[in-house]
């Protein structure tokens, strides 16, 4: 009992949380994909303090491609395009995270297109296997981390 007296004050003076401003949240430029993503809910990306957070981007080949490679370039191409609006680029991504429906079979292509996007210093990158992606045609959904500099 007496524990919860001692961390309630320290609670208490903690930082008060910030609501998101409309001008940091950032939806897509489409109004097709912007109505979709406000009636699922969720931003491109969300700008809090120094960091951007972006959405995953799903890597969805299309119909007769017969490589990863291009839906990877379109997947990284909408990365960047988001950074730019965001006010950041490639060197500024701190992580990366990775999710495959077949992490052996796309690492590879991804490895090649991500390194046309982003060189040394390098970012935090986690590659991780997963079963399913909320596209059914998606193969690999790519979300990044980046910081503003000083």
């Given at each position: 009992?007496?524990?919860?007296?001692?961390?309630?004050?320290?609670?208490?003076?903690?930082?008060?949380?910030?609501?998101?401003?409309?001008?940091?949240?950032?939806?897509?430029?489409d109004?097709?994909?912007?109505?979709?993503?406000?009636?699922?809910?969720?931003?491109?990306?969300?700008?809090?303090?120094?960091?951007?957070?972006?959405?995953?981007?799903?890597?969805?080949?299309?119909?007769?491609?017969?490589?990863?490679?291009?839906?990877?370039?379109?997947?990284?191409?909408?990365?960047?395009?988001?950074?730019?609006?965001?006010?950041?680029?490639?060197?500024?991504?701190?992580?990366?995270?990775?999710?495959?429906?077949?992490?052996?079979?796309?690492i590879?292509?991804?490895?090649?297109?991500?390194?046309?996007?982003?060189?040394a210093?390098?970012?935090?990158?986690?590659?991780?296997?997963?079963?399913?992606?909320?596209?059914?045609?998606?193969?690999?959904?790519?979300?990044v981390?980046?910081?503003?500099?000083?």
């Amino acid at each position: 009992m007496h524990k919860f007296l001692i961390v309630l004050p320290l609670l208490a003076m903690a930082a008060p949380l910030q609501a998101k401003d409309a001008k940091d949240v950032l939806m897509p430029e489409d109004p097709e994909a912007a109505a979709f993503q406000s009636a699922v809910g969720y931003a491109d990306a969300v700008i809090a303090g120094d960091k951007i957070y972006l959405s995953g981007v799903i890597v969805t080949p299309e119909p007769g491609e017969s490589d990863l490679k291009p839906a990877f370039t379109r997947a990284f191409e909408r990365i960047g395009r988001t950074l730019e609006r965001a006010g950041v680029g490639w060197d500024e991504v701190v992580d990366l995270t990775s999710y495959h429906t077949d992490l052996q079979g796309s690492i590879n292509e991804m490895v090649e297109v991500k390194s046309l996007y982003i060189r040394a210093p390098f970012p935090a990158w986690t590659a991780i296997g997963i079963s399913a992606l909320y596209e059914a045609d998606g193969v690999v959904e790519i979300k990044v981390v980046a910081q503003r500099g000083e």
